[in-house]
Nanobody, 127 residues
């Protein structure tokens, strides 16, 4: 079973940039499509960005798609989320998620479509 470990969260100020990382435990990482979700206190987990196995297909949720960039390095078994112009409303626990997809280069955006999750990394954006 693939295991995911997020890092890179912390306390930043509004307007800052930050990059989150998610390292996977297995070399079959390239067989999975991946995504970032986030969950703020008292709210449901929500989709942020997703990427296909090859990295050629990416999707983002509005409105942050112009501030966030998802990428992956299959050689390093690592998923990234580059975030710019951070806002207090971006404060949440950020989770990476994976789903095995051997025969397609698509991605998913719903929580229920992913079966491997990391433990999350907390991001707090102060105003």
């Amino acid at each position: 079973q693939l295991q995911l470990v997020e890092s890179g969260g912390g306390l930043v100020q509004a307007g800052d940039s930050l990059r989150l990382s998610c390292v996977a435990s297995k070399s079959t990482f390239a067989n999975y499509f991946l995504a970032w979700f986030r969950q703020a206190p008292g709210r449901e987990r929500e989709f942020v960005a997703a990427i296909s196995r090859s990295g050629g297909n990416r999707g983002y949720v509005d409105p942050p798609k112009s501030r966030f960039t998802i990428s992956r390095d299959n050689a390093k078994n690592t998923l990234y989320l580059q975030m710019t112009s951070l806002k207090p409303e971006d404060t949440a626990i950020y989770y990476c998620a994976a789903r095995r997809a051997l025969y397609s280069d698509t991605y998913a955006t719903r929580v229920a479509e992913f079966d491997v999750w990391g433990q999350g990394t907390q991001l707090t954006v102060s105003s």
